[in-house]
Each structure stands twice: as C-alpha cells, then as structure tokens.
C-alpha cells in the first residue's frame, strides 16, 4: 500500500508540475499542459484507480495552495477527475462463467470489459463539459461570451502581426465564432491520446491490469446517433443553447471521427498496401484538417449501415486449427 501512495504522489506530482507549466508561457509548456493527465493516467491503469485518486487529492490540493482555488478547480475539473474516471471505466470488467467442454460446469472465468465505445463516449462527455465550463468563466450568455473571446483575440493579434485592423477583425470575428468548437476538438483529441498513451506504456511496463483491447472493433452505442440529432436540431435555436449545443455536436462528431478510423482499419484489411493508405490517410487529415469530415461520414455511415458488419459477414471463416 505504501508503494501505491508513493507512485500515486509522484504522479500527483508529475501532473501538476506540468498543468502549472502553462503560465510560464514557453511553447513547450502547451504540450506539458495537454499532457497533464497523462501521470495519473498511467498510475490508474497501472495501480488502479485508487492511485489516481491519491494522486489527483494532492496535486489539486497543492495547485490550490501555491496558486489559488481557481487553479486547484481547473485542474480537478480537467484533469483529475478524467483520469480518475477513465482509468476506472478501462479497468471495469464483470465476470462471464465459460462452460466446460461437456458442459457440466463452469470451466474458468473470463471478463467482459467496459467497451472502448462507451469510454469514448464519456471522452465526448468530458470534452464537451470542460469546453462549456471554459466558456462560462468567461460570461452567462453567448453574445458576452463571444465578446470576451473576440476582445482577448484583438488583443493577442493586435500585438503581433503588420495586418490592418479591418483584416485582424475579420479574422477574430471567424476566430470567435469556431473557438468553442475548436477548444471541443482539443479537449476531445488530447484526452483521448493521453488515454491510448497511458495504455501503451502500462502494457510496455506489464503492469497492464486488463488485456490490450481491440480498437478497430469499437462501436458507440445505438442511441449516440439520437443525442447527436438532438443536438445539432438545438444548434438552431440561438443564444447559450446553441452554443453549447454546437460544443456537444463536435464532440459526438469526434468521436464517430474516431469510430470512422476504426472502420478505416478494418475495411482495408485485405489490401496489400495497407499501412501506405493508412499513412496517407492520417498524414491528410494531420496535414490539411478538413479530410476528418469524410472520415466522419464513415463513421457515422457505419453506425447506420453496419458496414463492419457487412464485410466481416462478406469474408470467409477462418480454416480450422490443425
């Protein structure tokens, strides 16, 4: 139990040194602060949710003191809390009894995990609240929103850049307008690769406490396709709705994103230049941004086509074990 305080404190630690490096305000203190849940992440899945615990308990309690409640509540909303939950739903598994041969009596007993799509759903979920709580720190409605959003662009345009005024506000006003949905994907992105990165470095260590999952089978659940409508049905209604129904929209469309690569993966199976179209496709999508939206439409299309489904029934049954 010591050792699980004392790796759960340096995690704390680790997490909060690299939240607070933002105000420093050097380039590489942005990648530490998006890296932020990544030691508690790691200490969850490695040691359990428990570590997590201890450890987000004492970095927010230590970001509190020297800094100020403001900082010790971020940081408990954004990264805490997260890693505690994420790394408690990877390693949620309930018993399934397999049957012996004769089928007389349970054999052994295996675990059905908590599935990948669920986590990413809650991914969304995460995303979409810290996006919102961002943007009510800066008013209670969304023309005072967008104002704060578009007077703190001039002023970080205003002091860097030869452009014109009328050019500067014209990019401000498009600036303000996709910032919530751009925070969304940020947060969305971020927390998802912390996840897959703090999973990487636990199965590499062994310290793992759950078998490597099958990404490319990840499916999200059948009503995420209904919250979706709802919310892009109230992004039309105006005002703080809209806005926070345009957050929710973005980061259910990340995550079918998400769920397009896995079918990417899974229908180019058969192709003998696989890993070529798949570098190509990532390196488009990191490169030029707007490629997602038809990786997008493939997830979304298999969620109401079963186009996994489709190929897996279109191909033959693997040969029996010799």
Same mark, same amino acid.
């Given at each position: 139990?010591?050792?699980?305080?004392? +790796?759960?404190?340096?995690?704390?630690?680790?997490?909060?040194?690299?939240?607070?490096s933002?105000?420093?305000?050097?380039?590489?203190?942005?990648l530490?602060?998006?890296?932020?849940?990544?030691?508690?992440?790691?200490?969850?899945?490695?040691?359990?949710?428990? $570590?997590?615990?201890?450890?987000?308990?004492?970095?927010?309690?230590?970001?509190?003191?020297?800094?100020?409640?403001?900082y010790c +509540?971020?940081?408990?909303?954004?990264? $805490?809390?997260?890693?505690?939950?994420?790394?408690?739903?990877?390693?949620?598994?309930?018993?399934?009894?397999?049957?012996?041969?004769?089928?007389?009596?349970?054999?052994?007993?295996q675990l059905?995990?908590?599935?990948?799509?669920?986590?990413?759903?809650?991914?969304?979920?995460?995303? $979409?609240?810290?996006?919102?709580?961002?943007?009510?720190?800066?008013?209670?409605?969304?023309?005072?929103?967008?104002?704060?959003?578009?007077?703190?662009?001039?002023?970080?345009?205003?002091?860097?850049?030869?452009?014109?005024?009328?050019?500067?506000?014209?990019?401000?006003?498009?600036?303000?307008?996709?910032?919530?949905?751009?925070?969304?994907?940020?947060a969305?992105?971020?927390?998802?690769?912390?996840?897959?990165?703090?999973?990487?470095?636990t199965?590499?260590?062994?310290?793992?406490q759950?078998?490597?999952?099958?990404?490319?089978?990840?499916?999200?659940?059948p009503?995420?396709?209904?919250a979706?409508?709802?919310?892009?049905?109230?992004?039309?209604?105006?005002?703080?709705?809209?806005?926070?129904?345009?957050?929710?929209?973005?980061?259910?469309?990340?995550a079918?994103?998400?769920?397009?690569?896995?079918?990417?993966?899974?229908?180019?199976?058969?192709?003998?230049s696989?890993?070529?179209?798949?570098?190509?496709?990532?390196?488009?999508?990191?490169?030029?941004?707007?490629?997602?939206?038809?990786?997008?439409?493939?997830?979304?299309?298999? $969620?109401?086509?079963?186009?996994?489904?489709?190929?897996?029934?279109?191909?033959?049954?693997?040969?029996?074990?010799?």
């Amino acid at each position: 139990m010591m050792a699980v305080i004392l +790796i759960a404190l340096a995690a704390g630690c680790a997490s909060a040194l690299m939240f607070a490096s933002i105000i420093s305000g050097a380039l590489i203190s942005l990648l530490l602060f998006y890296l932020a849940p990544l030691p508690l992440m790691v200490a969850a899945l490695g040691w359990g949710p428990l $570590a997590a615990t201890i450890g987000g308990i004492a970095a927010a309690t230590g970001l509190g003191a020297i800094f100020g409640l403001p900082y010790c +509540i971020a940081f408990a909303i954004t990264v $805490a809390v997260p890693a505690w939950w994420l790394g408690h739903l990877a390693l949620l598994g309930r018993p399934l009894p397999a049957a012996s041969e004769d089928g007389s009596a349970p054999a052994a007993v295996q675990l059905e995990w908590y599935p990948i799509g669920r986590i990413l759903l809650w991914i969304a979920g995460f995303a $979409a609240l810290t996006t919102i709580a961002a943007m009510l720190t800066l008013g209670n409605d969304a023309e005072t929103i967008t104002n704060s959003l578009r007077g703190g662009l001039m002023r970080m345009l205003g002091q860097r850049g030869s452009a014109s005024s009328g050019d500067i506000e014209r990019w401000v006003t498009v600036f303000s307008i996709i910032a919530p949905a751009a925070a969304t994907i940020i947060a969305m992105m971020t927390l998802t690769l912390n996840l897959w990165l703090a999973g990487k470095i636990t199965a590499t260590s062994g310290r793992l406490q759950r078998p490597w999952p099958e990404l490319k089978s990840a499916e999200l659940p059948p009503m995420t396709l209904v919250a979706l409508s709802v919310a892009l049905a109230f992004c039309f209604v105006g005002g703080l709705v809209a806005m926070f129904a345009q957050i929710a929209t973005t980061a259910l469309m990340m995550a079918y994103g998400l769920i397009g690569f896995a079918v990417l993966h899974t229908l180019t199976l058969a192709l003998k230049s696989r890993v070529f179209w798949l570098c190509c496709t990532y390196a488009m999508v990191i490169t030029f941004g707007w490629p997602v939206l038809a990786i997008i439409a493939l997830g979304l299309a298999d $969620a109401m086509f079963g186009l996994r489904q489709r190929y897996r029934r279109g191909k033959p049954p693997p040969l029996p074990a010799s």
